[in-house]
């Protein structure tokens, strides 16, 4: 029989789920404080653990984290409050399997939340591939850094839940994306994704798209026009860079957080929205708090849950398979050889995921079907150096005797000190270099030869084989 373990102060709330679990035929403990949990002394017979996030002699956190260290086996589920979602929150990011809120608003949450971890209890597999799936589904690249498979996992878990979200991160990371798998992952994912950009339009247009207005509020107002809060109504409102919203916008937002209301512009009458609200910002928002550029009270309505995306920079790891999944997406039949990709891992993306992706559009625009990408055709902030061939980048390519003889003077320059090129920059180019020599060989050889590759292979002295790597056919 499976045995579920409760740690819960409130006698009446005990019982309840004692009886509950009870009709699903399971075996329950009821333990109501740290002092009695002590007294635990075999947890090997439990499978489960509901515990609540505050005691009256210890925290539900500490609880959790000696479950986790005495009995790693045993999925724990956080109780909270909703002045505590954020502690709750937390406590995922300790091993909890997952949290709900007091009161209890429907039971059938637990029924599902219960069979969901007990049927994954011989593997976690399912629920892992769940939000790869989504992820996958919505256009989301992941990558394999573990930091934003955690973000992702985390975020998952906390889709279903009807709390507000704040999202961080640098531009380009991805805010919007995480915004898009938050709704697909939630339980109103067929409802609308409204998304708004806080800082591209003025203080009176931004009002009038979040409240909508009546008709007559203002020229042109010709007939009522709904907001994206009602638009939104049955599923999510994205706020992208909300910092950006002026403080008079900000009051009006904290009212409908607050209370579920707004009022149309023109309008005397108070509407209500269930629109779920994810909130976006490039800007640290408790430094902007600070400043006084934004509202306090709007940040702790806000702050329930906050997800930070990390920048491309702390996941270099995944440069790679990024370009490969890029040059996917928009057709380009390009390869960036491997010293390129070493260069670009160095290289710290301030724009992050969209710099690397308008770059890769940029090359891609300027290079024949086919080309090879080397490290000089990379733009100088990422050498950090001048563009040794401007030319090179061109839809005609130079001759080989030209190209040589640009290297030759560009060695040479250095040489004697006429400009500054730090010596790896300097290998790293004169490797790309041998492999071009070697191409040219090649075709000059086979162009003599009238194609023919033995006699090619004959006359420079390697293999058929090698040809074809230099040639970039294996």
Same mark, same amino acid.
């Not at 045993?74 to 091993?95: E, N």
């Not at 799936?133 to 498979?149: D, N, P, Q, V, Y």
């Given at each position: ?11 009446? /709330? ?16 009821? *333990? ?21 996030? $505050?005691? !009256? ?19 724990? *589920? ?7 979602? #954020? ?17 209890? =608003? ?6 599902? %939340? ?13 629920? =892992? ?13 992941? +990558? ?69 207005? *009546? ?11 709904? +907001? ?12 992208? =860079? ?10 009006? %937002? ?12 023109? +309008? ?7 629109? $779920? ?11 902007? *708090? ?19 995306? !990390? ?14 999944? /890029?040059? #996917? ?16 891992? /160095?290289?710290?993306? &301030? ?25 000089? %055709? ?11 061939? !401007? ?6 390519? /130079? ?22 090129? &730090?010596?790896?920059?300097? %290998? ?37 084989? #090698? ?8």
């Amino acid at each position: 029989m499976t045995h579920i373990l409760v740690v819960e102060d409130e006698v009446e /709330l005990g019982r309840f789920l004692s009886r509950l679990f009870a009709l699903k035929g399971f075996k329950t403990t009821h *333990v109501k404080s740290g002092k009695d949990f002590d007294q635990i002394s075999d947890f090997s017979p439990f499978k489960l653990a509901f515990i609540d996030v $505050r005691l !009256p002699d210890r925290s539900g956190i500490e609880i959790l984290k000696m479950v986790k260290t005495t009995a790693p086996h045993i999925q724990c *589920v956080i109780m909270t409050g909703y002045s505590t979602v #954020k502690i709750a929150v937390d406590a995922i990011k300790h091993g909890a399997a997952d949290f709900i809120e007091k009161p209890f =608003e429907d039971i059938n949450v637990i029924d599902q %939340l219960i069979d969901g971890l007990l049927g994954n209890q011989k593997s976690v597999l399912p629920k =892992e591939t769940d939000y790869q799936r989504i992820a996958r589904e919505i256009g989301c690249f992941l +990558g394999t850094s573990r930091s934003m498979h955690q973000l992702y996992q985390l975020a998952y878990k906390i889709a279903p839940k009807r709390i507000t979200v704040l999202i961080e991160g640098e531009t380009g990371t991805g805010k919007e994306v995480l915004a898009k798998f938050l709704h697909a992952a939630s339980d109103r994912p067929t409802g609308s994704l409204m998304n708004i950009n806080c800082g591209a339009l003025s203080e009176s247009l931004l009002e009038s798209e979040l409240f909508g207005h *009546v008709k007559g509020a203002f020229t042109g107002a010709l007939t009522d026009r709904a +907001g994206y809060f009602e638009a939104a109504s049955s599923g999510t409102l994205f706020l992208d =860079e909300i910092a950006e919203a002026s403080v008079s916008t900000q009051v009006k %937002l904290l009212r409908v957080l607050e209370t579920g209301e707004y009022i149309k512009i023109g +309008g005397t009458s108070a509407e209500r929205t269930s629109a $779920r609200i994810i909130a976006a910002s490039h800007v640290n928002l408790e430094e902007a *708090v600070q400043r006084g550029s934004f509202r306090e009270d709007l940040l702790y309505r806000l702050d329930i849950v906050k997800l930070v995306i !990390p920048p491309l920079r702390e996941r270099r790891e995944d440069i790679p398979l990024l370009i490969d999944s /890029l040059l #996917k997406r928009y057709g380009e039949s390009i390869l960036f050889s491997p010293e390129t990709v070493e260069r670009m891992k /160095l290289y710290d993306w &301030p724009g992050n995921m969209r710099e690397l992706s308008n770059i890769i559009r940029q090359i891609a625009a300027i290079s024949t079907k086919g080309s090879v990408i080397t490290p000089d %055709l990379l733009p100088p902030k990422i050498t950090g150096l001048k563009q040794l061939y !401007p030319a090179a980048v061109s839809k005609e390519p /130079l001759h080989f005797p030209d190209e040589w003889k640009l290297f030759s003077e560009k060695i040479m320059s250095i040489y004697n000190e006429q400009e500054q090129f &730090p010596l790896e920059e300097l %290998l790293a180019l004169m490797k790309s270099m041998e492999k071009r020599t070697a191409v040219a060989m090649i075709k000059k050889s086979l162009h003599e030869t009238a194609g023919n590759r033995k006699e090619t292979s004959e006359n420079l002295g390697i293999s058929r084989r #090698k040809i074809r790597y230099y040639l970039n056919e294996t």
